[in-house]
């Protein structure tokens, strides 16, 4: 051919490097840590296969093409292969770096390549957008929603006129998907982004509000009203739509709390979906309707097929028996009974999806005989039931009976899960039930295949997740069957373990990930602590749960419900282990935070004193160097540089870099209280060097650095300060604490201020006080004498205009704020420059 190279000009195939890893494709070759690893020759093809599409799903069967041809291979082959690679490349098939399973779809590639890192330019500043975060936004569309273009137009025209809408039905009617799509069809209408909020795991109004509390970083000081209200300041202006879904548990509560939400802004929508209305002040009702169902005739010509396919339940049921590859068809001989199917699931789209599961199995005929029979047999039994009820529970029941043995018992098995599992959880319930790993895999894709469990595989790793009315009967056969205690404890024994994971990596260099983690995996955390704390014989667990948390609550948002934990683990669980010794430190922790001075003090001392007495030395210097920070506050300098120092000796010993930090920070706020700016500044210097290398997590260098800014600013080191705060705010924006934001816009405000700029420095006073009033953070010891003394210069400065001032800033978006501040921040530091440039050109 004429465009055909010959060998020697053929291009060199590329080399991969990502993390550890480098693959010469050219040669072969896989090597880990420079030295060779052995890689068969179809995984090497397979890997190489990954590669070339990276961050892209490979469906199994276009793998299975791709490198063995059209020779016929099982999928065992494949995941013995992928198993393969995951030993050689040291990963993990829980929480995989590199090759990620998305269970019924195939495999991605998901770790970084070097190359293309190589390639890239300078990474531009985080962006400073209100946004939701990944665990609040809307999932991607799977499927097109079918007979529902009508409702989402009325919908989409309502929350244009009104600010609050419930869509209500019955179970399995739809609400949730017809929610999705109104809210993907308006999003770009809200400049502030759409929220969603699985209100499904939530029971009662004081877990709603410790639940949103947590979700925007408010802390929760008092009841749901005051909650509210302070939501509503924060959202006062932001054009946000608020989607809560699956309320009719919590409608009292939620509708009461919207009111007062509504009530405390301007801008933000509500879009609600319940069994039934909230009864509050401004909701719009829209009851959601069934979708069409073929009318009663005959259907003898193609013609009428034709008509009858495009019937909106109809169509839903076709479609949903394509994508379950049944083979079915809707044809002359069976459209009579199709329309009999569709009008007696009552155009339910949750019954037609698991009908539609049983097309692979059955012939219509079949399925209507079936239907007729149990359906007959659950009305008479519970004749109270509203006749959409009886359909979707009878469906549901006859969905049930007809699962495997191991897909019956796991299914009740995920039931006690309030949020979506990972397949870690997944195999942990489903151990009670003598179900080893690929066993719960195997069950896991039968109950998708028929729609009785739903895979979120855009999620690291994926999430699987009950619908709620197949979750609630599935909770029943559990109670049934007596093996409730059995998989809460295993339920509880998993998150114990997770927990464990928390405390040994989250100051890692996979910090962010592990907060997204516990974070969506909030409820079941929750759920799981509670039901220890039940339990005489679990409260240790309890302590373990809670203990292990320590370093996550550290960086958490609510400090108080943290305490509230560890207060009550403490107080039953006795035994004197280590996860005692860690929960009060932990607890300790959350006091210093909260600047209860001698409370913190006694349950560090004691976190401290059980640590040494068990030997365990790491746990003990982390509590010293807490320790320090506490006595430093609260005036006792001396004691607090011993703690530090012996915390330091600790570091040192065992090469431990994060604890020589923590030492070393309690020192520095040590010398900063004791006015000793300068000590202080070269003490949070090397604390900051200790983390500043690859593999270690970016709060605690923040952390670090926003205090090393402080004292450079008491030492007149202005471009070096703005350097550190503008550093520092980059990093907070990307852990999305607004806490420690508010704190840099807090220092841009002391660096205006000795610029003569009172108008802007007044600004970013307010606002960062507004956002401490927000999330009741008090302000720091260290920071005091500063913020009362350029409070004052503002003040003198300005006079009376400074209470409009503050109020505008308090109204102003704070992402415009914190725009406003960076800007500052950049000029300050950049004078840094142009100095040491004049300096250099004059040495010349």
């Known amino acids: 051919m004429a465009n055909e190279k010959h060998p020697e000009e053929q291009e060199k195939p590329p080399a991969f490097a990502f993390a550890n890893v480098v693959v010469d494709a050219w040669a072969h070759r896989v090597t880990r840590d420079g030295r060779e690893i052995t890689v068969e020759p179809k995984a090497f093809a397979v890997l190489l296969e990954l590669l070339a599409h ?37 990963d993990d098939s829980e929480q995989p770096r590199y090759i990620q399973t998305v269970h019924g779809l195939g495999y991605r590639f998901i770790a970084p390549l070097s190359e293309q890192q190589a390639e890239q330019e300078e990474a531009p500043a985080p962006a400073l957008s209100f946004v939701p975060p990944a665990r609040a936004r809307l999932p991607q569309r799977a499927d097109p929603l079918i007979g529902r273009d009508d409702d989402i137009t009325q919908l989409g025209r309502l929350l244009q006129d009104v600010r609050l809408v419930t869509v209500a039905g019955a179970g399995g009617i739809g609400k949730t998907q017809a929610a999705l799509e109104v809210a993907r069809s308006v999003n770009r209408d809200f400049l502030d982004g759409v929220w969603l909020f699985d209100c499904t795991a939530q029971t009662d109004g004081e877990g709603l509000a410790r639940w949103l509390a947590g979700l925007f970083d408010i802390r929760l000081t008092a009841g749901m009203d005051e909650l509210m209200t302070r939501l509503g300041a924060l959202l006062r202006t932001r054009h946000v739509l608020l989607v809560f879904d699956n309320c009719e548990r919590i409608a009292g509560p939620l509708g009461a709390a919207i009111e ?49 396919s495009e019937v909106a339940s109809v169509k839903l049921l076709l479609t949903r028996s394509r994508a379950f590859a049944s083979g079915f068809a809707l044809t002359l001989a069976n459209a009579p009974t199709v329309a009999e199917i569709c009008r007696r699931l009552d155009g339910l789209p949750l019954a037609l999806e698991i009908a539609a599961a049983r097309l692979r199995l059955l012939s219509p005929e079949q399925l209507l005989q079936r239907m007729d029979v149990h359906l007959l047999n659950i009305a008479e039994g519970c004749p109270s039931w509203p006749a959409r009820h009886k359909t979707l529970r009878a469906l549901i029941d006859w969905s049930f009976a007809l699962l495997s043995g191991r897909e019956c018992s796991l299914l009740s098995g995920l039931s006690v899960f309030m949020g979506p599992c990972t397949l870690g959880g997944a195999n942990a319930v489903g151990a009670v039930f003598g179900l080893y790993d690929e066993q719960v895999v195997d069950a896991l894709g039968g109950l998708v295949d028929k729609s009785l469990l739903v895979v979120n595989a855009a999620t690291l790793p994926p999430h699987y997740r009950l619908l709620d009315s197949v979750r609630l009967y599935a909770l029943e056969k559990l109670a049934e069957n007596g093996d409730v205690e059995r998989v809460r404890d295993a339920h509880l024994a998993h998150f114990v373990r997770l927990a464990e994971r928390v405390d040994a990596e ?82 300790g922790i959350m006091q210093h935070q909260l600047q209860v001075h001698e409370r913190a003090q006694e349950l560090l001392r004691d976190g401290i004193a059980l640590a040494e007495q068990l030997g365990e030395s790491s746990l003990a210097g982390a509590g010293r160097a807490v320790l320090a920070f506490e006595l430093a506050t609260s005036g006792d300098i001396a004691g607090a540089e011993a703690c530090a120092a012996s915390a330091q000796v600790i570091a040192d010993v065992q090469g431990d870099a994060w604890l020589r930090s923590m030492a070393l920070l309690g020192r520095g706020i040590a010398f900063a209280l004791g006015e000793q700016h300068r000590e202080a500044e070269a003490c949070l210097g090397e604390a900051f060097d200790a983390v500043s290398t690859p593999g270690h997590g970016v709060y605690q260098q923040a952390y670090v650095l926003i205090n090393r800014a402080l004292q450079r600013y008491y030492l007149g080191q202005m471009p070096g300060a703005a350097g550190d705060w503008l550093a520092t705010i980059e990093a907070f924006v990307e852990l999305e604490d607004w806490r420690g934001v508010a704190g840099c816009v807090e220092g841009a405000a002391y660096l205006l201020s000795g610029h003569g700029d009172a108008t802007r420095a007044a600004r970013f006073l307010a606002a960062a006080a507004h956002i401490r009033e927000l999330t009741a953070a008090p302000l720091m010891p260290q920071w005091r004498k500063a913020q009362a003394m350029v409070e004052t210069v503002v003040r003198d400065s300005l006079g009376p205009s400074m209470q409009q001032l503050q109020k505008d800033a308090v109204t102003t978006r704070f992402t415009e704020i914190v725009a406003e501040a960076r800007t500052a921040l950049a000029e300050v530091a950049a004078n840094q420059s142009a100095r040491a440039d004049v300096g250099r050109r004059s040495r010349s």
């Open 506 to 587: 989250i100051r890692g260099e996979h910090e962010q990930w592990w907060c997204d983690r516990v974070r969506h995996e909030w409820a079941d955390l929750h759920a799981a602590f509670d039901y220890a704390v039940s339990r005489r014989d679990r409260v240790e667990m309890a302590l373990a749960l809670s203990g292990n948390l320590c370093w996550y609550f550290r960086m958490g948002a609510d400090y108080g419900e943290a305490t509230r934990w560890l207060d009550q683990a403490l107080c039953l669980g006795l035994a004197l282990t280590r996860q005692r010794a860690q929960a009060l430190i932990a607890c």
């Open 260 to 308: 007062v939400l509504l009530a405390a802004s301007v801008d933000p929508c509500v879009l609600v979906t319940s069994q039934h209305r909230l009864n509050c002040q401004g909701e719009t009702l829209y009851w959601l309707p069934p979708l069409e169902v073929p009318p009663v005739g005959e259907w003898n010509t193609d013609e009428d097929v034709a008509r009858l």
């Open 54 to 90: 990276p961050g892209q799903l490979i469906s199994r069967d276009d793998l299975l093409d791709a490198v063995w041809g059209h020779n016929f291979v099982t999928p065992s082959t494949l995941s013995r292969v992928i198993a393969h690679l995951r030993r050689a490349m040291a």
